[in-house]
C-alpha cells in the first residue's frame, strides 16, 4: 500500500507539472495526421507493479493500432509482511509469512485505441480507449527461507541454529520459526513457466502541450488467464488473475511518411 501511495503521488506531481509548464509553453501547430508513437511507462497494479512500452500506428483519424510489452510483479493481497520480534534487527529480516513463489509476468499483445475526444485548445487534454490482448507468460520461482532448527541460550540471549528451506506450514506453524528469506539464488533451478493469455481494458488522458510529445495517464482492468496455475500463498493456486492498474507514460510522436535518415538529418539540424 506504500508503494502504491508513493507512485500515485508522483503521477499526481508529474500532471501537475506538465499543465504548469505547458501554459508558456503550447504549441499550436497540429500533430501529423499520420504519425507513429512510442511511450514508455511505470505501472502500479493493485497486484504489483510494472514497466511497458507501447508502440501505435494510425488505421484513421480517430483509430490506431496498439502493439504493447510489459513487464509486471505479481503478489498477493494476502501478503502481510511480519518480523520474528525474538530477534535483533541484525538477525531478523522482514517476510511474508506464508508465501511460497515470488512471481513475474511478461506480456506480449496487440489491441486498438480510439480516441474519443481530442485536443482543440490550449491546455486541453485528449481521451482514448483502449482494448488490448495477448499472450502472457508468468514465471515463478520458490521461496527458500532461513528456518530455525534449534534455540540455545547464551548470556540470556538466544541463539538459534537455521538452515535453508522451503517454508512448509505445518512445520513452521509461527511466524517465529523463521528469521527471514534466504538468498534469492536458492530456488532459481526450480523456476516454472505459466503460459497464458490476457484481456486489457483502458481509459487514457493525453495531457502533453507538445503536440510532437505524449504524457499520458491511463487507469484500467487487466484479466489474466493461465493454464498451469500459480502458487503465491501456500496451499492456494490460481488460474485466474484480475487486477486494477493505473500508469504514468512518456513518449514521442514522429511522421511516419518521413524516412529514418532524414529523421536524423533533422535532429543534427537542431
Do not use: C, W
Not at 499472450?135 to 541460550?153: C, G, N, Q, R, W
Not at 547464551?154 to 506453524?173: E, R
Request: proline share 3%.
Amino acid at each position: 500500500m506504500k508503494v502504491f501511495t508513493y507512485i500515485l503521488l508522483l503521477i499526481l506531481i508529474l500532471f501537475k507539472s506538465q499543465f504548469v509548464v505547458g501554459q508558456s509553453e503550447f504549441e499550436t501547430e497540429r500533430a501529423p495526421d499520420n504519425y507513429n508513437q512510442n511511450t514508455f511507462g511505470i505501472k502500479l497494479n493493485s497486484d504489483g507493479v510494472g514497466l511497458l512500452y507501447h508502440f501505435s500506428t494510425r488505421i484513421n483519424y480517430r483509430n490506431r493500432n496498439i502493439y504493447l510489452i510489459e513487464l509486471n510483479t505479481l503478489k498477493s493481497s494476502k501478503e502481510i509482511k511480519v518480523v520474528n520480534p525474538y530477534f535483533d534487527a541484525l538477525s531478523s529480516r522482514k517476510f511474508v509469512y506464508g508465501k511460497t513463489h515470488s512471481v513475474i509476468n511478461l506480456k506480449v499483445g496487440y489491441g486498438f485505441n480510439r480516441m474519443i475526444f481530442d485536443k482543440r485548445e490550449k491546455n486541453s487534454i485528449s481521451i482514448n480507449l483502449s482494448a488490448n490482448t495477448g499472450l502472457s507468460f508468468a514465471i515463478s520461482k520458490p521461496i527458500y527461507y532461513e528456518i530455525i532448527d534449534s534455540v540455545v541460550l547464551s548470556g540470556g540471549y538466544p541463539i538459534a541454529y537455521t538452515s535453508y528451506n522451503k517454508m512448509d506450514l505445518h512445520l513452521q506453524s509461527n511466524p517465529t520459526d523463521i528469521i527471514g528469506k534466504a538468498p534469492f539464488i536458492l530456488g532459481l533451478n526450480e523456476t516454472k513457466l505459466h503460459p497464458g493469455i490476457f484481456l486489457r481494458l483502458s481509459a487514457s488522458t493525453d495531457f502533453s502541450q507538445n503536440v510532437m510529445k505524449a504524457r499520458m495517464l491511463e487507469t484500467g482492468i487487466s484479466i489474466d488467464f493461465y493454464f498451469i496455475p500459480i502458487e503465491i500463498m501456500a496451499s492456494k493456486s490460481n488460474n485466474i488473475f484480475l487486477s486494477l492498474f493505473v500508469s504514468y507514460q512518456f513518449g514521442n510522436k514522429y511522421d511516419a511518411r518521413l524516412n529514418r535518415e532524414y529523421r536524423k538529418e533533422l535532429k543534427k539540424a537542431k
